[in-house]
């Protein structure tokens, strides 16, 4: 079994258009985040959900919504896609903050 | 800009030589991980050292922690084909303790 799931793997959209990114961890962790991977491999946190509180890194537009319907899914929406969005996504979760990650396999989102 | 800072950005090897990556960080921390990322996938975790700690061991893997220079490194010794992959620090000294990762270390070792 899979311990932290993503959907879709690939993402193809056009700009302005509005997409969502699957996230399901079977591990019982209590804190989910999501990770942005630009073409230069840098990883950015973008989102962390831990007991139903919610840490937004400040950088990141309102365009990207998180949505955690229970403690094992976080989801991703992203409104009004821009060019500049393109990039791999990455879903993960630990136990708690500072713990270890265990990392979903990504989504490559591409906006043309 | 990134709290950690992975030098070299890549390194190319023979078989059975060891590498070594360093990592530079800028706030104070409560432990430092390193994570391992093979082409196509996500990011594994290798290893995590505390604060108070200077050195850990796992397998072929030996991490050193300078709290002092806000400094740490990887070592992979007797590297294989097989360790070829990016190669990452993070570190949580920020809000919300949320791990913040450097650009990571390219890391090709050749048959």
């Known amino acids: 079994d899979t311990a932290v799931s993503q959907t879709p793997k690939y993402l193809v959209t056009q700009m302005g258009n509005d997409k969502s990114i699957k996230c399901e961890q079977n591990?019982?962790?209590?804190?989910m985040y999501w990770y942005k991977q630009d073409s230069k491999k840098f990883l950015k946190i973008m989102f962390s959900?831990?007991?139903?509180?919610?840490?937004i890194n400040e950088t990141v537009p309102n365009r990207f919504s998180p949505k955690s319907p229970d403690k094992a899914h976080l989801n991703l929406h992203i409104n009004s896609l821009e060019l500049g969005d393109s990039a791999v996504y990455f879903c993960?979760?630990?136990?708690?903050?500072?713990?270890?990650?265990?990392f979903g396999n990504g989504t490559r989102l591409t906006v043309t | 800009s990134q709290q950690g800072e992975e030098d070299p950005q890549a390194l190319s090897i023979q078989e059975g030589e060891n590498a070594t990556m360093n990592c530079s960080y800028k706030?104070?921390?409560?432990?430092l991980q390193w994570y391992r990322q093979n082409s196509g996938r996500g990011l594994v975790h290798l290893i995590l050292?505390?604060?108070?700690?200077r050195e850990k061991h796992s397998g072929r893997l030996r991490v050193t922690l300078d709290t002092s220079k806000k400094s740490s490194s990887l070592l992979i010794t007797a590297s294989r084909a097989a360790d070829t992959a990016s190669y990452f620090c993070?570190?949580?000294?920020?809000?919300?303790?949320?791990?913040?990762f450097g650009g990571g270390t390219r890391l090709m070792v050749k048959p």
């Open positions: 959900y831990n007991n139903k509180e919610l840490i």
């Open positions: 591990l019982g962790h209590d804190t």
């Open positions: 050292i505390r604060s108070n700690e």
């Open positions: 993070a570190t949580d000294g920020n809000a919300g303790n949320m791990l913040t």
């Open positions: 706030t104070s921390i409560n432990n």
């Open positions: 993960a979760s630990s136990p708690r903050p500072s713990a270890p990650l265990h």
